[in-house]
């Protein structure tokens, strides 16, 4: 679910197509999306295995450890885009605003939080053309812990 007001439009991204934007200022440490009405995860290996399910790890996220849900239906949340420096900080399933955020500003996450450990995206970060590689479990939480709770102190991105 996502709790500020928003709208979607073409993204700021070269070749990302549409993206999420907000339509109101939204406080640094806000949470943005909330997980809602997730009813089953899946392991790496099931996924892969699965035929049923193999044809659609382009809309899987991983949540924590080796679990992953699948969104077929892509909701809205499926418009927040890459960024190697994203306005919004994915953790747990929660993405938080990084920064004083904007009427008007695109929501955009690091992918590699919700990729499997050292699977690439098929596509490149758009401004700076580098590989988009999922991060193991222990170093995307570990990341977005420290970059939450520095963000919750106030003392901004690390």
């Known amino acids: 679910m ?3 007001s928003y709208k979607i439009a073409p993204s ?9 934007f907000l339509t109101e200022p939204v406080s640094a440490g806000r ?4 997980p809602d009405a997730i009813d089953r995860t899946w392991t790496g290996r099931q996924l892969a295995e699965q035929p049923e ?14 679990r992953y849900t699948v969104s ?6 499926c418009y927040l885009n890459h960024s190697f420096e994203p ?15 904007p009427t008007g500003c695109e929501i955009t996450i690091d992918y590699r939080h919700l990729l499997p450990p050292g699977i690439s995206e098929d596509f490149t970060d758009a401004l700076t053309g580098q590989t988009i590689t999922g991060w193991t479990w222990a170093d995307s939480l570990r990341i977005s812990t420290e970059a939450l709770a520095a963000l919750l102190s106030g003392a901004g991105r690390t």
């Open 87 to 101: 306005t919004g900080l994915w953790h747990l399933g929660f993405v938080f605003a990084m920064d004083e955020l």
């Open 12 to 20: 700021l991204l070269p070749g990302a197509g549409l993206g999420l």
């Open 2 to 4: 996502i709790l500020p």
């Open 72 to 77: 077929p239906d892509w909701p809205d949340e």
């Open 31 to 34: 949470i943005i999306t909330a």
């Open 53 to 66: 399910l193999a044809g659609l790890q382009h809309t899987s996220a991983r949540w924590f450890e080796d």
